[in-house]
């Protein structure tokens, strides 16, 4: 299984141990679509928050390219932190995320 499938399966069995297990200690993740950074304790609170929200709910996730260091996926996320579609790219580390990056994507008008 690759990491970006084990991280998958425990997001979508909002298993909070898991998910917070795939990220390293020093983690960030950038809210482009938002202007802002987490990390620490911010970050904790973020992710606690968005796996135990039962209306954050994942659909149509496709992995676009993953090696062991990168991975770029595409997903719609439900409920009040993103809802609609999402690209997310991923810095892997021994088998955790360190740095993380999500936009929305907006269809044009």
Request: with cysteine; proline share 0%; aromatic share 8%.
């Amino acid at each position: 299984m690759t990491n970006m499938e084990k991280l998958q399966t425990v997001w979508d069995a909002k298993d909070l141990d898991g998910v917070k297990s795939m990220f390293t200690e020093d983690a960030v993740m950038l809210l482009l679509h938002e202007g802002r950074t987490l990390r620490g304790e911010e970050l904790d609170k973020e992710l606690t928050a968005m796996v135990l929200d039962e209306d954050t709910i994942s659909s149509e996730f496709r992995i676009i390219y993953e090696n062991d260091e990168c991975a770029v996926t595409y997903e719609k996320i439900a409920g009040e932190f993103f809802g609609g579609q999402v690209s997310i790219v991923q810095l892997w580390r021994d088998g955790q995320i360190y740095h993380m990056e999500v936009s929305t994507i907006k269809d044009a008008a």
